[in-house]
């Protein structure tokens, strides 16, 4: 029985610049259920991490929602007034971002930017709250909390700041946490760690997740279902293992396609996807993805499409669909970022071992 | 490679231009008001300047053209008088031409507010390299040193070396060179210090690049922007001192108009006729700002975390 | 800091005897030779000048400044100390105004950033630190006191006001000197608070703050200021440095008799201990200011401590 936490209909947020509107949020409408962790993921500049600020209302200037609503258990964040978005804020739903470096007050001690996050909405005593930092210092796996809730945010490595931010999201017992990038900033034995923290805590405390990323790994271990956006726009969404086993967007295609997996067979290539991301403040006329999609026709150039119902709830936004395209197109559309020798020494590469990472530094 | 049935291998649109750095610090600078004005203001300043000294007879070019008078021509007749169409701006205690003056002060404070910069440059930006690159020692004595400089009350060491060699521009040119040099040291051995970190610059050393092509190729582009903004702010400050300087009694000399002396004759008839101190007042003010303003937006239009 | 003032005292006693001129030149009349050479023995000017140098260096060391060339008899400690009041209180009270205005003035362009009051504030604050001070003194007293006066058409002169009796022992006409002396290094601290803070509030973490709920004026006291305020204290070292040269200028206009005065009066007079005492002086407080500043920092931004 999926109750609706976080319903965002038709939002659209806009930046009103010098050179002109740039429309980075254009018409989103996503839901997340209680306790389950949806994937939003696309490139930089997609919109996604506008929409995750947009839900909060952080949107920063010259930004701002021009329409649409979100709704967070029926209550509209759009028409909240101060005192009520203040106390929504990292209480109903709470955000972490992308770099914990620079996503913590650096002149202030970590262990009391915890306990603020708290004391903020008063549901807990200042002597409470210096309690609670500690457990949850040591929920995240903080080695030596108790001596660590003095120290300073640079005396604190990357994944353990990324672990602070983490129990500074979680202290309040937040319905829905946002994760904006969570392991983009780390090293990559720490993001397998950090990505079993997540999975833990998800499974301990129940919290719904709305996870950000570009990463499409991490949106297999740890996504029930996943949004793909394209220029402020959604262009598919669907439970995880659909999309993966058929993704219907070229672009959604070409994501999965661009990254090594280590079950597929060897002799599969690696796809780029050609051309940068596109201007949003000039975008393309039609659908904004043709300029760089294998498999455009005519239609996508001047006709932009809608959502449909591509599959058991899933949806895509494209006039061509993958299942309709032939396979030799397909085939010939995998073009090689592999020279023919470096293909052949990854064929003699044992497939890597994914254990569990320990935890600690 | 591999083609493909609408594999879109062009791309029908203009993707934006990467302008360089320069082009783009240029449209942005552009955009300031401020700035351009400011810019607008000190060339004109720089034209009347040249104007008053060129040809090199008294009033210059501007006296030729009878825009003005003689600054140097008393007329006991037409002391402290008010702006007339003869004399725009009056006249002052000895009954000379205000405007010419004014005019003929701007060569003064220019001319020694830019081009002590180039002394400032040579100074610091050699003390500011050397320390950054060699490091250890080197560094730690230059530093010393600096920290010497930095504990000397500016003026205090201004006013005793023009009093030790005499108040004349050299003197005063040089006095406000060595001691405004600092901030630019400090300055130019920080990018010293954070280019020689970079990993590209270690390999460069490593393949055996001599030094100077190190300098040319990376440290320059990277640093001109502070460096330029840091001189840029510091013709003001030159100004400032110079004028402070003949204010005081020590800089300039009559007759020679430098702004500051024309204050401080004024200073003398405040009561009785104040446009004395007021105009050539302005007219320091108005400099000094335009080269404020040309400084921010220089700041500004170079800052590389504005490029969006 | 000792070395510091060693050079200092170095650097100037050789730019000193550099000038032309004796401290016997200026008196208006020509004193005999037999008269010059006398003087000189008493005051040991006539040994070689690395001798004259180490024996100040040694006088200096034991508080010893001798005594001034001008003023027979009397020693340059003395002088300095009956000056010193003036200048103290021209200049702190300068400084406990300017801190906060500066400050205040900064945080309030930046949180409202593109409107009317960060116009103004900045645009006055711009023209202010480009207008030479003397020139800012001189303005505010045709401005206050010819231009009130005519106003009023009367003999209306500004009192340039001061504090009341028992709390300004020295009797001391305050407003346009500590206006002209504080108006430059007020305008300098607004901007840099300014540009500061907005920096400031662009960074990850004020965001963070926000996303935690918490209440504005923390956000902005505990995030905001805490970092933003950091490279404001590193300024006041030199903007104390600052207050003490404008110092000679603003006492000059306003006649205050204190330390920036005489030291101007001395150097014309080629009265070298005055001209020693007094930069010792001023290098001393300057370089001690550095040092307060420096161990403030300490303090202020944890991540400079060694751990």
């Known amino acids: 029985m999926a109750q609706t936490l976080l319903q965002v209909e038709d939002l659209h947020t806009q930046f009103f610049t010098s050179r002109g509107v740039v429309r980075a949020v254009d018409g989103v409408t996503l839901h997340v259920d209680a306790g389950e962790t949806l994937g939003v993921v696309g490139e930089s500049g997609c919109g996604k991490t506008m929409t995750a600020l947009s839900i909060l209302r952080l949107v920063p200037d010259p930004g701002k929602i021009t329409s649409g609503r979100i709704l967070f258990r029926g209550r509209d964040v759009t028409k909240m007034d101060d005192e009520e978005i203040r106390e929504f804020r990292g209480n109903d739903v709470a955000m972490i971002f992308q770099d914990p470096m620079t996503s913590l007050n650096p002149v202030t001690k970590v262990g009391f930017q915890i306990e603020e996050a708290m004391t903020a909405h008063d549901r807990f005593t200042e002597k409470l709250a210096k309690g609670r930092v500690v457990e949850l210092l040591k929920r995240v796996r903080v080695p030596a909390a108790e001596t660590r809730v003095k120290d300073y945010p640079h005396q604190f490595s990357g994944g353990m700041r990324q672990r602070a931010m983490i129990a500074m999201g979680l202290s309040n017992e937040p319905a829905l946490l946002i994760a904006d990038e969570p392991t983009t900033a780390l090293d990559v034995t720490v993001q397998a760690q950090i990505i079993q923290l997540m999975k833990q805590l998800n499974r ?77 403040l000039n975008p393309p006329p039609g659908c904004k993805f043709h300029p760089r999609c294998p498999f455009v026709i005519d239609r996508c150039k001047v006709e932009e499409p809608e959502l449909e119902e591509v599959g ?11 299942r309709n395209v032939k396979e030799e197109d397909i085939d010939a559309a995998k073009q090689s970022a592999l020279s023919r020798d470096a293909a052949q020494k990854l064929k003699a590469v044992p497939p890597a071992e994914v254990g569990d990472g320990s935890a600690g530094r | ?270 009561f009785a006729d104040p446009s004395l101190v007021i105009f050539p007042g302005i007219a320091v003010a108005l400099t000094m700002l335009s080269f404020t303003f040309i400084g921010d937006g220089l700041r500004d239009a170079l800052d590389p975390r504005m490029r969006r | 800091m000792i070395p510091v003032l060693f050079f200092v005292i170095l650097i100037t006693f050789v730019l000193m005897h550099q000038a032309p001129g004796g401290p016997w030149d200026r008196e208006g009349r020509q004193l005999s030779p037999a008269v010059v050479n006398n003087l000189n023995i008493k005051y040991g000017l006539d040994k070689p000048l690395p001798t004259q140098f180490w024996l100040y260096v040694w006088g200096a060391a ?56 960060d116009y103004s504030a900045i645009g006055f604050a711009t023209v202010t630190a480009s207008t030479p001070n003397f ?136 009265d070298y201990t005055m001209i020693l005492g007094t930069t010792l002086l001023y290098a001393g407080l300057i370089a001690l200011m550095n040092l307060v500043v420096d161990v403030l920092y300490v303090f202020i931004d944890p991540r400079v401590r060694l751990t």
């Open chain 1, 204 to 280: 301990e405390l129940g919290t719904a997740m709305m996870l950000i990323t570009h990463n499409m790994a991490l949106v297999a271990s740890l996504c029930q279902r996943v949004v793909v956006m394209y220029a402020g726009r959604i262009v598919e969404e669907g439970p995880v293992e659909q999309i993966f086993k058929s993704p219907q967007h070229p672009y959604t295609w070409s994501l999965l396609r661009s990254v090594p997996r280590v079950d597929e067979a060897r002799k599969d290539r690696l796809v780029s996807i050609k051309g940068l991301p596109p201007d949003l």
């Open chain 3, 135 to 270: 020139v800012v003194g001189l303005f505010l007293i045709i401005l206050l006191s010819l231009g009130l006066n005519r106003l009023t058409g009367g003999t209306f002169y500004l009192p340039t006001g001061g504090l009341p009796e028992p709390y300004n022992p020295f009797q001391l006409q305050l407003i346009m000197p500590v206006i002209t002396l504080g108006a430059l290094p007020t305008a300098f601290i607004a901007r840099l608070t300014r540009s500061s803070t907005l920096e400031t509030l662009r960074q990850d973490y004020v965001r963070t703050a926000w996303a935690k709920g918490l209440k504005p004026r923390l956000v902005v006291m505990r995030h905001v200021l805490k970092n933003s305020l950091i490279p404001v204290v590193t300024a006041l070292g030199p903007t104390f440095a600052f207050l003490v040269t404008g110092s000679f200028i603003v006492e000059t206009v306003f006649a205050i008799p204190g330390i920036g005065r005489s030291f101007v009066t001395s150097i014309e007079s080629r």
């Open chain 2, 1 to 270: 490679m591999a083609s493909a049935v609408g594999v879109a291998a062009q791309v029908d649109w203009d993707v934006p231009e990467q302008t360089g750095l320069w082009q783009d610090a240029w449209v942005r600078f552009r955009r300031n008001k401020l700035a351009v004005a400011g810019l607008t203001l000190v060339v004109a300043l720089v034209i009347i300047a040249l104007g008053a000294r060129l040809p090199a007879t008294p009033g210059g070019l501007w006296k030729i053209l009878h825009l003005t008078g003689d600054p140097f021509q008393q007329n006991v007749i037409n002391t402290l008088a008010a702006p007339t169409f003869q004399h725009p701006m009056g006249t002052d205690i000895l009954g000379r031409d205000v405007l010419a003056r004014v005019l003929y002060g701007s060569s003064i404070s220019l001319s020694i507010g830019i081009i002590v910069q180039f002394l400032i440059l040579t100074i610091g930006g050699s003390v500011g390299m050397a320390a950054g690159y060699f490091g250890g020692r080197m560094d730690n004595l230059l530093m010393r040193f600096t920290d010497i400089m930095y504990a000397f009350p500016d003026l205090l060491l201004v006013l005793v070396f023009v009093a030790a060699f005499g108040p004349s521009f050299w003197s005063i040119f040089i006095a406000i060179g060595i001691t405004n040099w600092v901030g630019l040291a400090r300055l130019v051995r920080g990018q010293v210090l954070s280019i020689k970190e970079k990993e590209y610059v270690e390999a460069a050393i490593m393949t055996g690049s001599s030094p100077i092509k190190l300098i040319l190729k990376h440290l320059l582009p990277n640093s001109l922007g502070p460096v330029i903004v840091s001189l840029t702010f510091g013709i003001p400050a030159a100004i400032f001192t110079e004028a402070a300087l003949s204010f005081l009694g020590i800089g300039i000399r009559p007759p020679e108009p430098s702004w500051g002396v024309m204050i401080e004759d004024g200073y003398a008839a405040i």
């Open chain 3, 62 to 117: 034991h508080f010893d400044f001798g005594d001034s060339l001008q003023s027979p008899g009397q020693h340059v400690s003395t002088l300095l100390l009956e000056s010193w009041p003036y200048t103290m209180t021209l200049g702190a009270v300068t400084f406990v105004l300017l801190v906060p205005i500066g400050i205040g003035l900064g945080v309030i362009a930046a949180m409202r950033q593109n409107s009317i009051a």
């Open chain 1, 312 to 322: 058991l709830n899933q949806t895509a936004r494209c006039w061509v669909l993958m």
